[in-house]
């Protein structure tokens, strides 16, 4: 089995260090919203939480999501997201690698299931072991292995993995509809 640094057409590097971009009072900046991890889980981003930060002009635009990247947490639970044309434009911390140019390698949502799946945390466990901070790094991510699969399966499992990001989404509406209902129900009532 090849491992991710074998597929030397596949990019993979770490986000931007924010203390390296950040504007002081007399720069001039721009503002973009920053991809943080915590406002990532499972392929689905959160951008009503995403913090908005002035950056110098002229970032080096690698670290600004494109349509199609991989975004993997770099922490504990090592999440991973596809970047849709509606989360482009973003930074990407240091916190997170970026997976760019895998196309005709892999299917984007065969490689987004991967890196959300148990069998990669487990390949994380096994290169981590030992270090003090269990933290990945690019270096790492290419060490680990990814299966490979016929394109017709590379595309039902990816399918089928949407198909489970949507199922989470909707029960995260559901689950958050009922609590305002429960809000609702005792802002209601008399004391």
Do not use: W
Not at 22 to 43: N, Q
Not at 116 to 129: A, C, G
Request: hydrophobic share 35%; glycine share 6%.
């Amino acid at each position: 089995m090849k491992t991710i640094g074998d597929y030397v057409q596949m990019l993979l590097f770490g986000g931007q260090i924010m203390q390296r971009v950040l504007a002081k009072e007399d720069d001039d900046y721009e503002e973009y919203k920053v991809l943080i991890p915590k406002i990532m889980e499972e392929g689905i981003i959160n951008t009503d939480e995403a913090p908005v930060e002035k950056v110098k002009k002229n970032i080096d635009k690698k670290f600004l999501t494109q349509e199609g990247d991989l975004v993997i947490k770099l922490s504990s639970p090592y999440d991973c997201c596809y970047i849709t044309k509606e989360y482009e434009n973003m930074i990407v911390p240091s916190f997170c690698a970026i997976v760019r140019n895998y196309e005709g390698l892999f299917d984007k949502f065969y490689l987004l299931a991967y890196f959300n799946s148990r069998r990669f945390k487990h390949y994380i466990d096994i290169e981590t072991s030992g270090l003090t901070m269990r933290l990945l790094s690019p270096g790492i991510i290419k060490r680990i292995s990814i299966p490979e699969a016929s394109e017709p399966a590379q595309k039902k499992i990816g399918a089928d993995y949407l198909k489970y990001i949507e199922k989470k989404k909707t029960m995260e509406r559901i689950i958050n509809l009922e609590k305002k209902i429960n809000d609702v129900i005792f802002e209601g009532l008399e004391d």
